[in-house]
């Protein structure tokens, strides 16, 4: 029950904040008070802990490049389809989620240029914020870089996610809506995190849960990610990653 | 390391389902469910979805805590699956809104078209009848001599004014506007004269002197090309029209907002690239994906386009079109009706209120709202809106309609003349200076 309450009570502080218009304070999702008997870590003990639960620094740093595919289903719509996810050490990136019935939806960044292309709306190139929030989430290795990416991680209380007992930890940037990040207390992957995804279109909050961590080439990720919205859930299950893949440049631009 | 977060952003701006007419569905009955336990849940997930993702959360002032008092002893009361299933249409119509309903099962892969065989007419209702506005080209219905401004008068024997009492007196109990009375009355004449294919069906009409022209039909089969399925919401038929008007004028034609008609308006605009202006007929388009009307609108504009917000109960959304490479400048016009609904009154208003586009001929249905598709477990699909429109004015269109610049009407007489005075409005908007 406690568990339920715990997700429920945030879930229900992140619906004020989605679809808002443009970031400011209320887009920025709200964590639990601190509580007074609960003796905190340091932020930069727990994304260390964190780094060395996923394989650690070395391992992460040793590759070039990352593959990644799976499968994607949104309810309740009831639709599904593949994805495809390319990145590079450059912070270069590509998805490509082809939905059955639409077809291809593309989001890139070429290092300078984020870009996104569907057969819906066209083509589009990304600016300001959005483009900031891309650049951060193209980073190839954002776990041990966090200290770079965000501007502070502060440790701000310990909750539920599941089963788990999680650091909840407030990693803030410049000019764009709070991440909110948990981090299991006992094996440091992890769990859960709440972020305002940035469109034109206006602001989504999203709360997504990292599930059935598996070790490929040295470093542990989830291989099943659910992101929810106060609509819409998203599960992707990731079938398979390959590192230090050869992507070549023409990957990550605009398609005309 | 996780995947990108912007999955949910990439999907969630243009998944927006927008139907406002169960053109695609069977209403064929089904087996009654077995078990009450299945209807129970059913019921339950109904209720609680309106009571927890209505986007109004005053349900317009709807007791609906008192409605579920009201229609749960009336769904356990239910004899049959169907029965209950309409206890469930009528406690969603308490709403009094647009984009909720329950639809039965769809039909098993294969058979999907076998109910819907047509002699090939599309009906307007005018003048509290139904007239014949099409007639397809090849379709038994062309080789039988029936013409435009023709009246449906009997089907296989009995007049069509008694078949469709029982509808007309329900429809008069309920709370809904002009505009849907006459699509629900168009729609259900049209169902009644197709059924499966090459079954016959004597039909009656009155011709341009009201003399009875009797004929026996086969029904035929559609085989044209069909959307894929969308998750929840079914394939639907895919029919397309553009042509070049002789006066210089893009003409483009199209039964609803589904996905492979993307390619086809954004071909057809590009190949009128040189033309003095492009008519989009959306008259009787009951919607389709939302986004789409943004995708359209990125064609025709050189600058960032709203068409309107949509506000759930957690906040809102704006619905934008981006502009593409080299999109197509000169005037366009929107022409409605008021069998044109939610993504076609999103395009139409987004048109008219960034004067982008002129809007000709009849008020619009005025049913848009944000809804999705969603499995109940009696097998059934069930439609809610998850949010409401407002136009780029700030104007809720759900049920107003969008107004026309320019009032145009059909008449049966201009019909049987061979003219569509509303398409010929629209060439004269674009022809004057």
Same mark, same amino acid.
């Given at each position: ?37 609960v ?43 593949t994805?495809e ?13 082809s ?6 939806i ?30 951060r ?54 769990l ?21 961590y ?13 992101a ?29 | ?42 019921f ?21 805590i ?35 309903n329950?639809?039965?099962p769809?039909?098993?892969i ?8 047509s ?40 007049l ?69 399925a ?6 639907q ?10 006066e ?19 071909? #057809? $605009?590009?190949? =009128?690239? @040189?033309?003095?202006? /492009?008519? +989009?007929?959306?008259r %009787?388009?009951?919607?389709?994906v ?71 001929g009849?008020t ?13 477990p ?6 809610? #809106? $998850?949010?409401? =429109?407002? @136009?780029p004015?700030? /104007?809720? +269109?759900?049920?107003? %309609? ?32």
């Amino acid at each position: 029950m406690k568990r339920i309450l715990g997700s429920t009570f945030i879930l229900g502080l992140l619906v004020a904040a989605a679809f808002a218009q443009k970031p400011d304070s209320s887009a920025t999702p709200v964590v639990k008070p601190v509580s007074n008997t609960v003796k905190l870590p340091s932020s930069k003990d727990v994304v260390d802990k964190y780094v060395k639960a996923i394989g650690g620094r070395d391992a992460l740093l040793k590759h070039k490049s990352r593959y990644q595919t799976g499968t994607i289903e949104l309810s309740p719509m009831g639709i599904k389809g593949t994805v495809e996810s390319f990145s590079r050490s450059d912070n270069r990136s590509l998805t490509k989620v082809s939905l059955d019935g639409i077809g291809d939806i593309l989001d890139g960044y070429d290092g300078t240029t984020a870009w996104t292309s569907n057969p819906v709306q066209g083509n589009r190139v990304k600016a300001g914020t959005e483009l900031e929030q891309s650049k951060r989430q193209s980073s190839f290795a954002r776990e041990v870089n966090m200290d770079k990416i965000y501007t502070s991680l502060t440790v701000k209380n310990v909750e539920k996610v599941g089963d788990r007992d999680a650091y909840v930890v407030v990693a803030s940037t410049t000019g764009l809506p709070d991440d909110i990040l948990y981090f299991d207390t006992e094996s440091g992957l992890m769990l859960r995190s709440d972020g305002i995804v940035l469109a034109p279109e206006g602001q989504q909050a999203t709360t997504t849960f990292y599930e059935d961590y598996r070790e490929v080439d040295g470093i542990k990720s989830a291989h099943k990610i659910r992101a929810k919205t106060p609509a819409f859930e998203i599960t992707t299950i990731v079938s398979e990653i390959k590192y230090d893949v050869a992507i070549e440049d023409s990957k990550f631009v605009q398609p005309k | 390391m996780k995947m990108k977060q912007t999955f949910s952003r990439l999907l969630l701006t243009f998944l927006f389902v927008h139907i406002a007419f169960a053109v695609g569905f069977s209403q064929a009955p089904v087996p009654a469910a077995e078990f009450p336990k299945v209807r129970q849940e059913t019921f339950d997930k109904v209720w609680n979805t309106i009571n927890e993702k209505h986007y109004d959360p005053t349900f317009g002032g709807v007791d609906w805590i008192y409605i579920r008092e009201l229609y749960l002893p009336k769904a356990k009361a239910a004899k049959s699956d169907q029965d209950f299933h309409n206890v469930l249409r009528q406690m969603l119509g308490e709403l009094k809104l647009s984009h909720f309903n329950i639809f039965p099962p769809p039909p098993a892969i294969g058979t999907e078209n076998d109910a819907n065989a047509s002699v090939g007419v599309e009906l307007k209702w005018i003048g509290d009848h139904p007239i014949v506005f099409r007639v397809d080209a090849g379709s038994p219905a062309a080789g039988a001599g029936i013409k435009p401004g023709y009246v449906l008068n009997k089907v296989d024997g009995k007049l069509i004014s008694e078949t469709l009492k029982p509808i007309q007196e329900s429809l008069a109990k309920r709370q809904v506007t002009e505009m849907m009375r006459r699509v629900y009355l168009e729609r259900t004449a049209e169902a009644v004269i197709g059924g499966k294919p090459d079954a016959k069906v004597a039909l009656e009409f009155l011709d341009g002197e009201d003399k009875p022209v009797a004929v026996e039909l086969s029904r035929v089969k559609y085989t044209g090309e069909m959307s894929q399925a969308l998750g929840n919401f079914p394939k639907q038929r895919v029919i397309f029209e553009s042509r070049l008007l002789p006066e210089n004028i893009g003409y483009i034609r199209f039964n609803m907002w589904v996905i492979p008609q993307a390619a086809k308006i954004r071909a #057809a $605009i590009r190949e =009128y690239a @040189s033309a003095d202006g /492009i008519i +989009i007929d959306l008259r %009787g388009n009951p919607g389709g994906v939302g986004g789409m009307a943004g995708g359209v609108a990125g064609l025709l504009s050189d600058k960032q386009i709203s068409l309107g917000t949509m506000a759930s109960r957690s906040g809102s959304m704006a619905l934008l079109g981006y502009p593409q490479p080299e999109p197509f400048m000169k005037k366009i016009v929107v022409l409605t009706d008021h069998g044109s609904a939610s993504t076609s009154e999103m395009f139409a208003v987004g048109m008219q209120e960034n004067q982008r586009g002129k809007v000709i001929g009849e008020t619009s249905a005025g049913a848009i709202l944000l809804s999705v598709f969603d499995p109940l477990p009696t097998g059934y699909t069930f439609q809610y #809106a $998850i949010s409401d =429109y407002k @136009s780029p004015k700030n /104007i809720l +269109i759900e049920g107003r %309609g969008v107004k026309p610049d320019r009032e145009v009407v059909l008449t049966r007489e201009s019909l049987l003349a061979g003219r569509d005075l509303q398409l010929d409005a629209a060439v004269t908007e674009i022809r004057k200076n």
